[in-house]
């Protein structure tokens, strides 16, 4: 009796051996280098995931990949599934629904590649994140699959394709972009009188403060906290000021970035904010601007369908919107919005990458914009006639000269170390505890600290 035990135990040992054997080829692409210089294991990876794209396609076998992005409230990311899964039969989308709360996705996302996770092969990245991914070694360099498509990415707004832009390589792409903008009371300030520079904005805000039952002249986010850092980009890069420049070296004590901060600080100090400007948000400011208490706003573009909701605002069919003012190098926005990526650790890549391909190009981003309200990151789609009966407000002059202002925010592996310095300093000099000098000095000192 034990010798027959011994026996089936002997072969069960066996049979699991040989399963473990046929199957560790499968895995090892799971758990590769994630070093972006080990060009060669790349090269292999990616020409063996196009044999296999090919092999699939002879035998008609179908490649299970999973996208994962936050909640969608639209139909935009089911219609895009939808479509790419019909147009490619060998290949099979199915969507990961993330939490909506950024920071939670955000971690999400680190806490599963961290482990070198294949469970999802596309995800969609905040502007602000694909440097992080990219140092960490958890998206995927595609460059190499631009260039073999072939396809041209000065087609795409640049100020988008460059924050997924890091150590010169390109690690994810533009899915939709969002950029601030300044709107104003087409009651109240007439076309020919919308300010084009930042001093001709103050002139006119203090003339107009009052006009027509407003309270404030002008209004912003000024509180300490992101929306800060996106005000304060816009005010430096206006002025051809820079935090960090392209080869990510601390840049933020010169002339410039001391001029752009002075004027955010003179705006923010002015009798014509709000006196509590420093506890203003998005949500403080626009429900400010809808109740029509002042003729102009510094927001985001979700701002113009709000004060155009008749359930929501007192301003209906009274806004206007353009490009924030100008000051000496021009206007500057700072950058907003999504992009896509792949899974370092993915198994199936070339597939990832078809998926990328469709979903960022012109056929995939017109779905996200008729049936997301997406603003497209390639120009030409701003003069498709479908897109633009599905969202009116992107055939304005204003609009699309705004959005070829965006800026993106300083590209950095630990950016919200880099955030932090931005928002503790710059909220100190418009409290006054601290001159503009001051705080780019001390900026200056602490970036350097983190940046090292």
Not at 359 to 387: C, V
Not at 403 to 425: C, D, G, H, K, T
Request: net charge negative; proline share 4%; with cysteine.
């Amino acid at each position: 009796m034990k010798a027959k035990h011994w026996l089936l135990s002997m072969l069960l040992i066996l049979v699991l051996a040989l399963a473990a054997c046929s199957g560790s080829d499968e895995g090892a692409s799971g758990t590769e280098d994630s070093s972006s210089d080990d060009t060669t294991t790349e090269s292999d990876s990616n020409e063996d995931s196009g044999e296999n794209n090919e092999d699939a396609e002879a035998s008609g076998e179908v490649v299970e990949i999973v996208y994962a992005r936050g909640q969608d409230s639209t139909e935009a990311t089911e219609r895009l599934v939808e479509a790419f899964n019909e147009q490619n039969p060998n290949i099979n989308v199915t969507f990961r629904e993330m939490p909506s709360d950024t920071g939670q996705q955000h971690d999400a996302y680190v806490t599963m590649l961290n482990a070198e996770s294949s469970e999802i092969d596309v995800m969609d990245l905040d502007v602000i994140w694909p440097a992080e991914f990219a140092q960490a070694g958890y998206v995927q360099e595609l460059d190499r699959f631009l260039q073999q498509e072939g396809i041209d990415t000065d087609s795409y707004n640049q100020g988008a394709l460059s924050a997924a832009n890091f150590n010169g390589k390109q690690w994810a792409m533009p899915k939709f972009i969002d950029t601030g903008m300044l709107f104003y009371r087409t009651d109240i300030i007439g076309e020919d009188q919308v300010p084009g520079t930042w001093d001709e904005l103050i002139e006119s805000a203090q003339t107009n403060n009052g006009e027509d039952g407003t309270e404030f002249g002008y209004l912003m986010q000024a509180k300490q906290y992101e929306g800060l850092v996106c005000n304060a980009v816009e005010f430096i890069a206006a002025y051809g000021g820079q935090i960090l420049n392209e080869s990510g070296e601390v840049a933020i004590n010169s002339p410039e970035t001391i001029k752009g901060i002075s004027k955010l600080v003179e705006v923010a100090q002015s009798d014509f904010v709000p006196g509590n400007i420093n506890t203003f948000t998005e949500v403080e400011s626009h429900t400010a601007f809808i109740e029509g208490q002042s003729p102009y706003i510094r927001n985001w573009p979700y701002q113009w369908n709000l004060a155009n909701d008749e359930n929501e605002s007192e301003i209906v069919g009274n806004v206007g919107v353009a490009p924030l003012p100008e000051g000496d190098a021009g206007s500057a926005a700072a950058l907003g919005g999504w992009m896509t990526a792949i899974n370092k650790f993915s198994e199936h890549k070339q597939e990832a990458w078809e998926f990328v391909k469709f979903m960022t190009g012109p056929e995939g981003q017109k779905i996200s914009a008729i049936h997301g309200g997406l603003a497209p990151t390639l120009p030409e789609l701003f003069e498709d006639q479908e897109i633009l009966d599905a969202n009116p407000f992107f055939a304005e002059e204003g609009f699309q000269n705004a959005l070829e202002a965006a800026v993106s925010r300083p590209v950095a592996p630990n950016y919200p170390e880099v955030s932090e310095i931005l928002q503790i300093n710059i909220s100190k000099a418009i409290a006054g505890e601290m001159t503009p000098e001051e705080a780019v000095q001390t900026m200056e000192t602490e970036l350097q600290g983190v940046m090292q």
